[in-house]
C-alpha cells in the first residue's frame, strides 16, 4: 500500500518533507494546504503535489488522503493533530509534538478514538548512525555510561518564527527538543532538571530564551548536559561519555555523515553507519536528507499496517513533561523535580 500525504502548511520544512517523501518507498505526496489558495498552489507546483488546498479543513476533508504532515508553529501542533486524526487521517507532526505534557496525552487519545497513530516526528531517532549509537552502548563499547552532553545552536535573525514565543519559539522550545530527546534516549528519564536562560531583547513574549542551558539527572548517576542558542553558529554536537571510553557524532541530527566515532584512550575509531548499505544513504553533503526518508518510510509503513512506530505515547509524552520542566527551571530559576 502506498501512503497518501497531505502537508499541513506551506512552511520551509515542508519543502524537505515533500523531497522525503518524494524519495520514499510506500509514499506518495497527494496535496498541500495554506492558509492562502493562490500561495498554496503556487507552493504545490514547486513541491511537486498534483492538489492544493486554501485552508487545513479543506485538506483533512478530503477522502483520499490517508496521513497528514503536521509542520505548523509549535504552538498549533496538538490543535491539527487532534483535528487530523478526528478526520481520520493519521498524523506525523514535527518536533516537538507540544511543550505541553497534558496536550501530549489528549493527541494520543484522539489517535486511540479515531483508530489511527500519531508519531511525533524526531527523524535523527530513526537514522542507522543513531542505531548505532545506540548498539556500542548496549554492547559497552565505552562501559557505563557517565555523562551525555548534546547542543544544537542556530542563527535566527529578530523577526524570525523562533524567536516569538507566543508562537511557541525560544531556544529551549525550538532547539532543546532534539537535546532533551537525546539525553532521553541514551540515558533515561531525567528525575530533575535545572536550567538557565538569556532572554532574547528582539524577541517577543515574556520569559523568552536567546540561549539556555541546563543540566539533567538520569538514573544511576548519569548527568546529561544540553546547551542551545538562536543567534549562534550552526552547532551539531552529542558526545556520550563513559568510564570506559567515548562517543562522538559530529551531525547528530540531521545524520549527513553517516559516521560515529569510538574515542578510547588514545585509539579514535570511525565507524559507518550502514556499511551494508541496508538503508540506502545517500554520500554525505549538505543536501543528505536521508534522516526524513527513513522518517517517512518508517511513519508510511506503520500506517498502511506494518510494524509499530519506534516511539509512541509514554515517549512523547516524557518528552513533553521534560521540555517543560526545562523551560520552567529556566523562566523561575528553580530546580524541577519530575
Known sequence: MTVRWGLLSTSGIGRVAARAIAAADGADLAAVAG????????????????VSYGS?????????????????????????????????KHVLCEKPLTLDPEEATAVFDAAERAGRLAIEGFMWRLHPQTLLVRRLLAEGAIGALALVRAALSVSAPA?????????????????????????RLFGGEP???????????????????????????????????????????????????????????????????????????????RLPADPGGAFGLTPPGPDNEDAYRIEFEAASAAFAGGAAPAFGRADAVAQARALAAARRSAAERVTVVL
Open 159 to 183: 523577526g524570525d518564527i523562533r524567536r516569538t514565543t507566543d508562537l511557541g519559539g525560544g531556544a529551549l522550545a525550538d532547539l532543546g527538543g532534539y537535546c532533551v530527546s537525546a539525553v
Open 35 to 50: 492558509r492562502e489558495p493562490g500561495r498554496a498552489a503556487d507552493y504545490a507546483a514547486q513541491v511537486g503535489a498534483p
Open 191 to 269: 528525575s530533575t532538571v535545572r536550567a538557565v536562560g538569556v532572554a532574547d531583547p528582539a524577541g517577543s513574549g515574556a520569559g523568552h530564551d536567546l540561549r539556555a542551558s541546563a543540566v539533567l539527572e538520569l538514573e544511576d548517576g548519569v548527568l546529561g548536559l544540553i546547551d542551545v542558542g538562536l543567534d549562534l553558529e550552526r552547532r551539531d554536537q552529542l558526545e556520550l561519555v563513559g568510564t570506559e571510553g567515548r562517543i562522538v557524532v559530529d551531525d547528530p541530527w540531521l545524520c549527513r555523515s553517516g559516521a560515529v566515532e569510538v574515542i578510547r584512550g588514545e585509539r579514535a575509531e
Open 56 to 88: 487545513y479543513e479543506d485538506l483533512l476533508a478530503d477522502a483520499d488522503i490517508d496521513a497528514v504532515y503536521v509542520p505548523l508553529p509549535i504552538t498549533l501542533h496538538a490543535e491539527w493533530a487532534v483535528r487530523a486524526l478526528e478526520a481520520g
